[in-house]
T-cell receptor, first 115, second 119 residues
Framework: AQKITQTQPGMFVQEKEAVTLDCTYD???????LFWYKQPSSGEMIFLIY??????QNATEGRYSLNFQKARKSANLVISASQLGDSAMYFC????????????FGQGTELSVKP | GAVVSQHPSWVICKSGTSVKIECRSL??????MFWYRQFPKQSLMLMAT?????????EQGVEKDKFLINHASLTLSTLTVTSAHPEDSSFYIC???????????????FGPGTRLTVT
């Protein structure tokens, strides 16, 4: 069975610095997708970045980048130049199989950005 | 981008009553929708997969008679919490699968969530 693990319940980062949020996964499938979502206190799920299992290059979206290490089964999120508005819960998720399939979420990491 | 709405955004009900939550894809058709539940400070847990025109597929441990899911059209799925109890108080989030034309693939878009409080 697939599994997603986020081992950092909470993280602090100074404004303007970079921070890495850890995510490891376990699956027996060859085709899968990895996602990161941000959930502010309002509760909405905001899509940040996606990495497909066959993508050779690490995904990047603005200040977000995904450090994909397939052999180690890790998909860490790197946020550069942290902003106060980045304070939120961050969830790593995995989808097995075709796009549009169900997602399994990690436990989440609460990020706090300090001024 | 694809927009998914949920109604109501929050609801308070008395123990023993039933509550219906709607999930709508506003600008696309969704053959598949998903329902998640999230307790405070916890992760999203998938409850069921809702397929238009057929019965929902429930995850292990989710009571299908308590959480009734109906996907009557390509733009609407409903979750009814029957005989609600305080332990059902939670944040319920739906997502809808947007299918990319001609590719067989798709992506999920999330609704804003519904906060249910059972007193």
């Amino acid at each position: 069975a697939q599994k997603i693990t986020q081992t950092q319940p909470g993280m602090f980062v100074q404004e303007k610095e970079a921070v890495t949020l850890d995510c490891t996964y376990d699956t027996s499938d060859q085709s899968y997708g990895l996602f990161w979502y941000k959930q502010p206190s309002s509760g909405e799920m905001i899509f940040l970045i996606y990495q497909g299992s066959y993508d050779e290059q690490n995904a990047t979206e603005g200040r977000y980048s995904l450090n994909f290490q397939k052999a180690r089964k890790s998909a860490n999120l790197v946020i550069s130049a942290s902003q106060l508005g980045d304070s939120a819960m961050y969830f790593c998720a995995m989808r097995e199989g075709p796009m549009g399939g169900k997602l399994i979420f990690g436990q989440g990491t609460e990020l706090s950005v300090k001024p | 981008g694809a927009v998914v709405s949920q109604h109501p955004s929050w609801v308070i009900c008395k123990s023993g009553t039933s509550v219906k939550i709607e999930c709508r894809s506003l600008d696309f058709q969704a053959t598949t929708m998903f329902w998640y539940r999230q307790f405070p400070k916890q992760s999203l847990m998938l409850m069921a997969t809702s397929n238009e025109g057929s019965k929902a597929t429930y995850e292990q441990g989710v009571e299908k008679d308590k959480f009734l899911i109906n996907h009557a059209s390509l733009t609407l799925s409903t979750l009814t919490v029957t005989s609600a109890h305080p332990e059902d108080s939670s944040f319920y989030i739906c997502s809808a699968n947007f299918a990319f034309p001609g590719t067989g693939g798709g992506e999920q878009y999330f609704g804003p969530g519904t906060r249910l409080t059972v007193t």
